[in-house]
């Protein structure tokens, strides 16, 4: 229609000789045409305003399901949350895992923590408020951070499978190969190279004109489903969109493929069958997590192209972007012996630290005024503490005995009402037991 408005006064402005011997019903009619014109330019000033926010439909829109997809997501973002933390205290604080293996899996715990925040945390909101709505800024910085983590994803798998092909491959120059510098030049390419393709995105997303239709069929700010929504044209950007999925995307997943298979054809060399399952088990972990991880997203996008429905794409996104960072800390802590020796190093040293006396007084709110009078007594009896180290010895003078009966009398009196848990303190002070129990 724009190009026949163009049309209609073009032709008036070349016919202006013509004017003064047409007709009545033919001015009309080229008056006609002018008003159609004005009319649909208006409607299509009104379509490409700036809109200020989006509405994300979710999953339902029926009441009594919001409480049970409210309480679903929050215990998968809790446990996704806890269990990459885990792993990464885990590996932070045990020497033995400062490993490259387990310094790119900290990274990656980290990215899918961040992964899953940029989604989750508004669902819940929305749900919590009743409220479907998110702000146009707010989306597009959603949709940034949700590029940026995902492709970290991507190039992080990558990295790993490089890593176990150096450590299988070439086992005798894995220290030299692997050292920290490249390590960190790796995990740094990789966020340069996620943060620019999502800038490029975001940046070529500001320059789309949306109409008055603000409804979103997802519950994220999912790239595809914002560009449907627009009325300018968007085939550059949906071109841009997929031709660097698929490059970098695509790029990932072929080194992953060709590591993996190098890795095969180097286990199958090896001779005894005990060789091969210890050569395998040190890269099964990151074989799970990489299948879980490109398997779900071929699935999804397969999936939406077949059947083209919003809502099946929604929830089936649900399956990279929230269950697979959920399921990934299992995946590692179960097939892992050193995750799972370092985790109960952690957690051992973690419950020692919360079951303290101390702390156990001061929570259950009881007096810790006898705590004092037993440390002043062990502090009043220096020899205590030799004589309590030589306990087994045979020569033992006559003494010495006399002052542990006497410091066992002064412990009586000074420790009567000592709660269990004071005297398991005690023994952590080398004290022994039986002076606090005998008779």
């Not at 008003?35 to 439909?57: A, D, M, P, W």
């Not at 890269?283 to 997203?297: E, G, K, N, P, R």
Request: glycine share 6%; proline share 3%.
């Amino acid at each position: 229609m724009a190009s026949l408005c163009v049309w209609v006064f073009t032709d008036i402005s070349g016919m202006v000789v013509e004017v003064k011997q047409m007709s009545t019903k033919d001015r009309l009619e080229r008056k006609k045409y002018m008003g159609v014109c004005s009319n649909i330019q208006h409607k299509e000033s009104q379509n490409y305003t700036r809109i200020s926010e989006f509405i994300l439909l979710g999953f339902s829109e029926d009441p009594k399901w919001q409480p049970l997809i409210f309480g679903l997501f929050f215990f998968m973002y809790l446990i996704t949350v806890l269990g990459n933390l885990l792993i990464i205290l885990a590996t932070v604080t045990d020497p033995h895992l400062h490993t490259p293996m387990y310094f790119f899996l900290s990274n990656l715990s980290f990215v899918d923590i961040s992964f899953t925040s940029t989604t989750v945390p508004k669902l819940l909101v929305n749900i919590q408020t009743g409220s479907k709505a998110i702000g146009y800024e707010d989306c597009i910085t959603q949709m940034y951070f949700f590029l940026l983590f995902a492709g970290l994803d991507n190039f992080i798998l990558a990295v790993m499978s490089y890593d176990r092909f150096v450590a299988i491959c070439h086992p005798l120059h894995y220290t030299v190969i692997m050292k920290p510098q490249l390590c960190e030049l790796l995990v740094l390419l990789s966020w340069i190279t996620s943060a620019l393709n999502s800038l490029l995105h975001t940046l070529m997303l500001l320059g789309v004109s949306f109409c008055t239709d603000q409804e979103i069929p997802h519950f994220f700010c999912e790239p595809n489903q914002v560009l449907h929504l627009a009325c300018s044209d968007t085939l550059i950007n949906n071109l841009v969109l997929n031709l660097v999925a698929g490059f970098l995307g695509g790029g990932s997943l072929t080194g992953i493929l060709f590591s993996y298979s190098k890795i095969v054809s180097s286990i199958c060399k090896i001779s005894s069958a005990q060789g091969k399952y210890k050569a395998f088990s040190t890269c099964a972990s990151h074989l799970s997590v990489v299948s879980l991880f490109y398997c779900t997203i071929l699935g999804v996008y397969l999936s939406t192209a077949v059947t083209q429905n919003s809502h099946s794409s929604a929830t089936a996104s649900v399956m990279y972007s929230v269950v697979t960072p959920m399921l990934n800390p299992f995946i590692y802590s179960l097939r892992n012996k050193d995750i799972k020796r370092a985790l109960k190093v952690l957690l051992g040293s973690l419950a020692r630290k919360w079951d303290s006396p101390l702390n156990l007084s001061y929570r259950s709110g009881r007096s810790s005024n006898k705590m004092p009078r037993v440390v002043e007594v062990l502090s009043g009896q220096p020899h205590l503490k030799s004589k309590v180290q030589s306990r087994d010895s045979d020569s033992v003078s006559d003494e010495g005995g006399l002052r542990d009966a006497q410091a066992h009398q002064a412990l009586r009196i000074n420790t009567c009402g000592v709660t269990s848990r004071t005297k398991r303190f005690l023994l952590l002070q080398s004290v022994p037991y039986r002076l606090l129990t005998a008779t």
